[in-house]
């Protein structure tokens, strides 16, 4: 990915998408409003089913943890999607999303065979 400038109003629109993917599997997300956004990136606000919370740096490099939170120290590790990123720090998402598409296709597989 390269370093991609957008506007103002779109970042909010993209972390939106984003976060609207996985809020199913999340206790909070959310724009991280305390969070200063740029017209390079912008903070998510993530609390998982473990109660962690995570400040996420989405950028058009990735998505990476801004750890821990506001002490302004990013992580190196970047991830090409937030599914990567949660599946990676989250077990309780990483089930919640299994169990998700699980269902999914068994539905799937019913209506299919109906």
């Given amino acids: 990915m390269t370093d991609q ?3 103002k109003e779109t970042w909010p629109l993209e972390a939106e998408a984003a976060l609207k993917d996985v809020r199913g599997h999340v206790r909070e997300a959310s724009v991280a409003e305390d969070y200063k ?3 390079r990136r912008i903070y998510l606000r993530i609390t998982t ?3 962690e919370v995570l400040i996420v740096e989405m950028s ?3 998505f990476r ?3 821990p939170p ?4 990013i992580s190196d590790t970047k991830y090409e999607t937030l599914y990567a990123l949660l599946d990676s720090v989250s077990n309780r998402y990483r089930q919640s999303f299994g169990e998700e598409l699980t269902t999914k296709l068994r539905d799937l597989e019913k209506k299919r065979q109906g």
């Fill in 49 to 51: 089913y473990e109660g």
């Fill in 37 to 39: 956004s740029t017209n």
């Fill in 65 to 67: 943890v801004a750890a």
């Fill in 70 to 73: 506001n002490s302004g120290t």
């Fill in 60 to 62: 058009a490099d990735g």
């Fill in 5 to 7: 400038v957008l506007d």
